[in-house]
Every structure is written in structure tokens, then in C-alpha cells.
């Protein structure tokens, strides 16, 4: 239903963030060569074509007729274009290319749906519309962040598109850092803060309601993410081929798709080598190790450690000594370049040692940016959750004991995602995400 509205303007800076956003995913539709746009690089997901219309479908299923009162222009694509996260029921997806439309279709769409949504929010009359008791301001926020994690999540998809398909981009070069010294850092007992209030008036998503405590017994964490070089120790100790470092399901996982290795590396000859989004470059020792939950586990399990509970992670990354607690793990500063690989200034990892200015208050290095890191914890709901009532299945599909936490952000993260009481999630047999992970004692 169209609520009343007054005769007042959406926030510029808000206006600007959606154009800024889309500014970002249009970038990332360059990198991909005009005869590959209807190519499939991750099995599992759509072909590339269905993303460069789901992003705008998204925003106009969620405004056009319960904010704006607009009448749709092309229901069959509103609907083609509406879903894409995991096709269903857990088989793979089998329709041809030829089954979707043209490129030049699906962009006048895109451009049809821009005009009419920038009429509508800057024609004076947008402010005060809600939807569901959800004002205009949170469903711009939900539109803007909801664009930006498929920017992320369409990078670690581009990434597996062959070198050949992709247009190269201005890449930074890679950082160099000091010689890396392991260590595991203490972090005494203490209370950690997760989730936020809705009186807070601060943006989330469903899943980061409500604000509660929780008390953490002390416990040792690894200063820095787990690097490439770590894990080749697990594999030439023979790590992938030992049934007792995976549990049953991870073992059967890994034993049916024949996996020996992050699906970041490739063997040539006998040398290890890893494919960056542009390039194929010897294997980074120094570069965090990015695999899926199941091979985290496994390497905690050689290692003789375990994966942070999501309230560890939490404690080591946000408390300090004095039971404060920070908003970044480096302080209140606003994200930035000096601080750690994030916010889509890089293509590519970092040594996990490259930024200490982002160290945490207790020394612990490098947990935000650079890879998400997997947790422990099962992905569920904080007590008090509530789904959003126009988007009833972000998070509740996913409480179904098979999806991990992860914490932390990539170096495809936008600031805005940067925030404490994110939380972000995949099953544990994926292994295309830009995640790593660093071990605890418990
Ligand atoms: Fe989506």
C-alpha cells in the first residue's frame, strides 16, 4: 500500500551513495568480454547475463509499486531477474543461454528502471514513503547494500571466468611486507558485545537485531590470518589425504569432488601457482589462504587448534583489556588504505602482516579486510530476530545448520559492510569465497 507522503527530499547523500553504487557494479559488468556474458564460471550460480538484471530487478520489485505506486513495464523480467542466490533445491542449474534474453534487452530494462526510480526519488515528494513501517532511507540502504554485496560476490565469480574472458584491469602492485613471525596473542575472559539495537536507528540487516552480551572465558587466537605458505605444510603433511583431520561429511564432500588443494591454486609442473583475478603469479606465501570452511576445519584439526567461535572473534577484533570496545579493531577512524585491504581498493590479498596500523586493541592483525574469516558458529538467528518483512528470506533461509558465520570483510568489501555487526555467511563446502580463517585455543 502507498502511504501518504510530505513534500520532502530523499537525503543528496543518500541519493549519491545508490549512484555510487551503481557506478561499482557497472565497472565490475566491464571487466567481462561481450562473448561471455552469458557464460556460467561457478557452476552452482547463474550465468553472468541474470546479475546485470537482477540488480536493478531487485530495486524495482522492492520500490516500484509498495513505495512508488509505479505499474511495472515488464513483469516477465521482474520476475526472471528477481532471485539468484542458490538455485533450488540443491541441484545444479541447466538452462541454456539461449534461453535469455539480449544483453541490449536486458540494458534498456536496466535503463528503463533508472529512470524511473531517480523521477520518483528526486522529485521532491520521495521522503516520508515507507513500506511495511520501513522507511524509504532503510529500503535505499537495503537497495545500495544489497548491490554491493553482489559486487563482492560477483567478483569471487569473475575470478573463476578464464583469464581470457576478462577485460584487465589497472591492478595495484603487490605489497611487500616484513618477514612474517607467528604467534598466538591472549585474550583474557571478558564481555563481547554482538548485535544492534532497533532503537539505534543505525542501519542492519535482519540478522544483526538484536543487541545482546555474552561472556567470553579467556583464549589464544593466531595474530595473523593463516597464510598460503601455512597451509602447503598441512598439504605436504598430507592433510587432504587423512580421513581424520575432516569430519565424515567434509571427508565424503571432499573425497566425492576429488578435491586436493584451495581452488585458488593450480599445479603447473611441480610448482604451485596461484590465479589472481587477472593474472597467474607463483604461489603468494605471505598472501592469507583462501578456502572453504571444511578445509579450515581440517587445517585447525592438523594444526591441533580449533575455528573462533563467532563471540571469539567478536572479543579479539573489538574488546580490549579495559572491557571497552571499539567500533574497528584499530579504533574509531574511518576505514581507510593505510588501515587494512578493503573497501575495492585491491583485486587481490595482501601479506596478512601488511597493515599493523589496523591491529586490534589486544595486537591481533589484519581482522578486518583481507579475507573474510570463517568461525565456528552456525549461522542463526541472534534472540529478538525478526525478518524483514520485503525480503522474508535474506537471512531465515539460511538457518539450516549447514551455513558458517564468517566475519571480517574481503578486499571486495565496501566500507559500509565494515561495520561490528555485520555478518556474513556461506555454506562449508564453497570454496569460491574470498574467506580465510586464522585458529583459536580454546
Ligand atoms: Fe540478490
Not at 63 to 81: A, M, Q, T, W
Not at 115 to 141: I, P, Y
Not at 382 to 408: C, I, T
Request: glycine letters at 10%.
Amino acid at each position: 500500500m502507498v502511504t501518504a507522503q510530505k513534500d520532502v527530499t530523499v537525503e543528496r547523500s543518500l541519493l549519491e551513495r545508490v549512484s555510487e553504487a551503481r557506478r561499482r557494479s557497472d565497472e565490475l559488468f566491464e571487466i567481462v568480454r561481450s562473448d561471455a556474458i552469458y557464460a556460467r564460471p561457478i557452476r552452482e550460480r547463474h550465468r553472468i547475463i541474470f546479475y546485470v538484471g537482477h540488480l536493478e530487478a531487485f530495486d524495482w520489485n522492492l520500490l516500484h509499486e509498495n513505495v512508488f505506486g509505479l505499474k511495472s513495464f515488464h513483469p516477465e523480467f521482474d520476475r526472471l531477474f528477481a532471485f539468484g542466490i542458490d538455485p533450488v533445491g540443491g541441484g545444479l542449474p541447466s538452462d541454456q543461454p539461449s534461453e535469455w534474453p539480449s544483453l541490449a534487452a536486458v540494458r534498456d530494462y536496466v535503463r528503463k528502471i533508472r529512470a524511473a526510480l531517480d523521477g520518483k526519488l528526486e522529485s521532491g515528494e520521495a521522503g516520508g514513503r515507507m513500506r511495511d513501517g520501513f522507511s524509504l532511507e532503510t529500503l535505499l540502504d537495503v537497495a545500495i547494500e544489497h548491490r554491493l554485496m553482489h559486487v563482492e560476490t560477483l567478483a569471487y565469480m569473475l575470478h573463476q571466468l578464464p583469464l581470457q574472458q576478462k577485460v584487465p584491469q589497472v591492478v595495484t602492485p603487490l605489497s611487500s611486507a616484513s618477514p612474517i613471525v607467528h604467534s598466538m596473542i591472549e585474550i583474557p575472559a571478558g564481555k563481547v558485545t554482538l548485535g544492534l539495537s532497533r532503537e539505534s536507528g543505525v542501519f542492519g540487516w535482519d540478522n544483526e537485531f538484536e543487541k545482546h552480551s555474552a561472556l567470553v572465558p579467556g583464549f589464544e587466537i593466531d595474530r595473523y590470518m593463516v597464510t598460503n605458505g601455512q597451509f602447503l605444510d598441512f598439504i605436504a603433511d598430507g592433510g587432504y589425504k587423512t580421513a581424520g583431520f575432516w569430519s565424515e561429511d567434509d571427508w565424503n564432500w571432499k573425497e566425492g569432488q576429488n578435491i586436493s588443494h584451495p581452488v585458488f591454486w593450480k599445479k603447473a609442473d611441480d610448482r604451485w601457482m596461484y590465479q589472481t583475478m587477472f593474472a597467474e603469479v607463483p604461489l603468494p606465501m605471505d598472501w592469507p589462504v583462501y578456502v572453504s570452511h571444511a578445509e579450515a576445519a581440517a587445517y585447525a584439526r592438523w594444526a591441533g587448534k580449533g575455528l573462533p567461535t563467532e563471540e571469539q572473534w567478536q572479543r579479539a577484533a573489538y574488546g580490549a583489556a579495559d572491557g571497552a570496545e571499539r567500533f574497528y579493531p584499530w579504533g574509531e577512524e574511518a576505514p581507510n588504505e593505510s588501515l587494512g585491504n578493503f573497501d575495492l581498493q585491491s583485486w587481490d590479498p595482501a601479506p596478512v602482516n601488511a597493515f599493523p596500523k589496523g591491529r586490534s586493541a589486544f595486537g591481533v592483525e589484519g581482522m578486518v579486510g583481507n579475507g573474510w574469516e570463517w568461525t565456528a558458529t552456525l549461522f542463526g538467528p541472534f534472540p529478538g530476530f525478526e525478518p524483514f518483512p520485503f525480503y522474508r528470506g535474506y537471512s531465515a533461509d539460511f538457518f539450516d545448520g549447514k551455513h558458517f558465520v564468517m566475519k571480517g570483510g574481503s578486499a571486495r568489501t565496501a566500507a559500509c559492510m565494515l561495520r561490528p555487526t555485520f555478518r556474513n555467511w556461506f555454506q562449508g563446502h564453497y570454496q569460491y569465497v574470498y574467506a580465510g580463517f586464522r585458529c583459536v585455543n580454546p
